[in-house]
């Protein structure tokens, strides 16, 4: 029964994989960032398709062996790698929290799970593992930018907290595009148009190009 039960959850890793990349921060637009080196998503979703050996086999093996080995840190957290490559956020939590417990003070391990908690929408949470990353790594600027993010995007948003760290992100690069489009937006919904308009042409100045202007300006627009 565990058989079968294991090799059930190999076809959902599979045939999620198809397409799926990125996060909602906006950091994150390109694949998301992992804490363990993984496999690149199958291109084919059919597991019949997936030779002996192949991918198949790799995730039984990985998903097996994070069971097998609970003091395994590297396994626990390509683990919940896979898992947040198809969007299941709260199964990659569960792995990465494995991991954690092994190595608190990882960096790039307190950064995943971060993430994980960001797309589930649990920006409290997040915060709470940005900001031990940061203890870790004070000068990671998308790590400050993101920790940022957690308090524009909650229920009950603090956006001075939020400008602190976006400017802080800023102090650090002043044409981190990421951060200046954030500023902005946390300008605008405080209601402060004048600011959120200088960092649009501080956005524009950077890069012109940046699809990140665009957003900008269109969300200030839309009042």
Do not use: C
Request: aromatic share 10%; proline share 4%; glycine share 8%.
């Amino acid at each position: 029964m565990q058989k079968h039960i294991l090799f059930g959850i190999v076809g959902v890793i599979l045939g999620m994989a198809i397409g799926f990349f990125g996060a909602n921060s906006i950091n994150r637009d390109a694949p998301m960032q992992t804490a363990a080196t993984v496999s690149q998503p199958a291109v084919a979703a059919d597991s019949s398709t997936v030779p002996k050996g192949g991918m198949q086999a790799d995730v039984a093996a990985t998903l097996q062996k994070a069971e097998a080995e609970p003091q395994n840190f590297a396994v626990q957290m390509k683990t919940g790698d896979m898992y947040a490559q198809i969007g299941r956020f709260d199964k990659a939590i569960e792995f990465y929290k494995r991991g954690i417990t092994l190595r608190p003070e990882d960096f790039q391990a307190n950064v995943v799970i971060a993430n994980a908690y960001f797309d589930l929408g649990k920006f409290e949470d997040a915060e709470g593992f940005y900001t031990r990353a940061l203890q870790i790594n004070p000068k990671d600027i998308n790590a400050r930018t993101d920790l940022g993010a957690t308090f524009v995007e909650r229920q009950n948003p603090d956006y001075e907290r939020a400008i602190r760290e976006f400017r802080a992100a800023l102090e650090i690069d002043p044409k981190h595009e990421p951060s200046l489009y954030y500023v902005g937006i946390a300008y605008f919904r405080k209601g402060e148009g004048e600011n959120a308009n200088k960092a649009l042409a501080d956005l524009e100045k950077v890069n012109a190009a940046s699809p990140l202007v665009g957003k900008l300006r269109q969300n200030i627009m839309s009042k």
